[in-house]
């Protein structure tokens, strides 16, 4: 399927140059979404760690850290 | 024909009568088509502007007395302005003479009048259109050229779309029509909120994340662009709303920090493809 480009209110199909620009766009957020994903849920999970060695129930780490 | 002084004994033409008649119905007119500064004839008579460009009208004291009036007329392109020079000018309304317009200059005394327009120049509104509402249908990248000019500073950006899938809308910023995607540009804060709990994000990329869209209902996006078209770094500001059974909140700030001047945008989805509408509004500099 070929992808549609809007342009100055003037719908069509995408040049073969466009298409190819836009897929590497949207290969490059994808491979920057994970990257920032990782890097969130190693951080969740090295916050999760610190409670379990302080012993505090969730409720109890929402309290003191939002 | 300007006024006459008759003096005892005089005998008052059938011509000067007419005319003076005249003035009375069909004032007399003297056109000027550069700035001018009013004399003493010009009392009782229309003085009518007519210049493509800027004039002023000037207005000096001890050459009409209290009592005096003068009709001042703009045809031209070129807004015409009354000027106090040595009298005082005195207005609840604009100075500013349009094409078209017109009004009374009433003298009080000798230095001090009053303008009464009866035209005035429509003001500007707050929040001008650049762009009028513009339909994309299935598209995965929109093109938006020439909106940003010096003419503002400040921009309104309204989105509400339909998402053919759960996809997020980037925005990159661009002029001559070439998207500027320098890495790490686009800085940006975001919260994101659903089902009672919120994320914060913080992160920089080659574009800027200006909200997300899902199937199950329209979403829409309200950015504010800051001085795009000057070549400074550009904050910008968005939320966006997107409905599904809860309604998901995100609001996010940013600022692109390319000392670039821009005269447009692109947005790009990040799979799947969006339709529906966008409009541009310009933040007007004056009141």
New interface residues.
Partial sequence: MT???????I?RE?TEE?ETA?LA??K???A??KI?AEA?AAKLAARQNAIDKLGLTADEAAALFG | MAIQDFTAGQVLTAAQMDSLQANDYNQTVSTKTASYTLVAADKGTRVVMNSASATTITVNTSLFNAGDTVYLQNIGAGVSTVTAGTATVSSAGPLAIPQNGGGLLYFTSAGVSIYYPSAVTASASGLVCVKAETAFTTASTINVNNVFSSTYTNYLLNIIFDASTELDVQLRLRVGGVDNSTANSYKRQTIEASGGSSTVTQTQRDNYLLGAGNASAPSAIQAYLFQPFSAAKTPIMSNNQRSSNTTTIFISWAYHDQTVSYDGFSLLTSTGTITGTYSVYGYSKTV
């Fill in positions: 992808l549609k480009i809007n342009v100055d209110g719908n995408m466009e836009y766009f949207t490059k957020l994808e920057d979404n920032e969130q």
